[in-house]
T-cell receptor, first 114, second 116 residues
Framework: KQEVTQIPAALSVPEGENLVLNCSFT??????LQWFRQDPGKGLTSLLL?????REQTSGRLNASLDKSSGRSTLYIAASQPGDSATYLCAPENYGGATNKLIFGTGTLLAVQP | GAVVSQHPSRVICKSGTSVKIECRSL??????MFWYRQFPKQSLMLMATSNEGSKATYEQGVEKDKFLINHASLTLSTLTVTSAHPEDSSFYICSANLAGPGETQYFGPGTRLLVL
């Protein structure tokens, strides 16, 4: 059974800092891994999707890496801004028979102080 | 980008009533939709996978007679919480695949359910 852990659980940084969010998962037989952002009381916004054969993906100030064999992924946010404040969730997609499943981590609550 | 909507966004009901939540893919067809539940300060937990034209697949520990799922068309799935109780109060979120397994899931805005 896939278990996903995210560290740290919460993070508060001043504006402009570069930061790293960590995600670890126990079952490395994944199809891909996605990073999402969730604002309070809202749904999820997909940030990056890394296929199992890839090592990293970049989108703007975001860079996500994947080390499937060790069960780890990191999300790097460059030059953080107050608008980046949200909960960040990682979710590896595991084979689930006819349909794959996303298993979500516990999330990292990020607060960027102006 | 692909858009998924949910209705209602918020519902308050008395204990014992049934509540129906709709999930729609607005600009694409989704053969598979997913229903998640999120309790305060916790992560999303997959409840069931909704397949168009067939029975939903429920995760272990989720009562299929309690949470009725209907996926009657390629753009609509509904979740009905039957005889809701206060412990069913939660944030319910649906998602849909644009192009099948392995592709990005697009999430609805969620439905906040409060059972009094």
């Amino acid at each position: 059974k896939q278990e996903v852990t995210q560290i740290p659980a919460a993070l508060s940084v001043p504006e402009g800092e570069n930061l790293v969010l960590n995600c670890s998962f126990t079952d490395s037989a994944i199809y891909n891994l996605q990073w999402f952002r969730q604002d309070p009381g809202k749904g999820l916004t997909s940030l990056l999707l890394i296929q199992s054969s890839q090592r990293e993906q970049t989108s703007g100030r975001l860079n996500a890496s994947l080390d499937k064999s060790s069960g780890r992924s990191t999300l790097y946010i460059a030059a953080s801004q107050p608008g980046d404040s949200a909960t960040y969730l990682c979710a590896p997609e595991n084979y689930g028979g006819a349909t794959n499943k996303l298993i979500f981590g516990t999330g990292t609550l990020l607060a960027v102080q102006p | 980008g692909a858009v998924v909507s949910q209705h209602p966004s918020r519902v308050i009901c008395k204990s014992g009533t049934s509540v129906k939540i709709e999930c729609r893919s607005l600009d694409f067809q989704a053969t598979t939709m997913f229903w998640y539940r999120q309790f305060p300060k916790q992560s999303l937990m997959l409840m069931a996978t909704s397949n168009e034209g067939s029975k939903a697949t429920y995760e272990q520990g989720v009562e299929k007679d309690k949470f009725l799922i209907n996926h009657a068309s390629l753009t609509l799935s509904t979740l009905t919480v039957t005889s809701a109780h206060p412990e069913d109060s939660s944030f319910y979120i649906c998602s849909a695949n644009l192009a099948g397994p392995g592709e990005t899931q697009y999430f609805g805005p969620g439905t906040r359910l409060l059972v009094l």
